[in-house]
């Protein structure tokens, strides 16, 4: 079992910055991709993030160029960098752990864009 809790979230004015972070603790290691994705009421959950165990990274086409996720392996965390955020970036974003047919999330991090 891999339990999954996010932290970071909170208010930001247009145009700054937050770091998210996912602390994985359980059974997980190094080969299980991490990906962050978001999700507002009403809407399907969007993938923002991955990174794969061989350090391959893959974007949402609305987070390319503003956000950045990064892992470590030694701490069983993953990170999520988010800059120049806009008021449409608001959402609960959420940690995933995938392994072969073995998928974990975090219960989310609520991240608010707005003046």
């Known amino acids: 079992q891999v339990q999954l809790v996010e932290s970071g979230g909170g208010l930001v004015q247009p145009g700054g910055s937050l770091r998210l972070s996912c602390a994985a603790s359980g059974r997980i290691s190094g080969l299980y991709v991490m990906s962050w994705y978001r999700q507002s009421l009403g809407e399907e959950r969007e993938l923002v993030a991955a990174?794969?165990?061989?350090?391959?990274?893959k974007y949402g086409d609305s987070v390319k160029g503003r956000f950045t996720i990064s892992r470590d392996k030694a701490q069983n965390s993953a990170h999520l960098q988010m800059d120049s955020l806009a008021p449409e970036d608001t959402d609960v974003y959420y940690c995933?752990?995938?392994?072969?047919?073995?998928?974990?999330w975090g219960k989310g991090t609520l991240v608010t864009v707005s003046s």
């Open positions: 990174i794969y165990p061989n350090g391959i990274t």
């Open positions: 995933r752990a995938v392994w072969g047919s073995m998928s974990y």
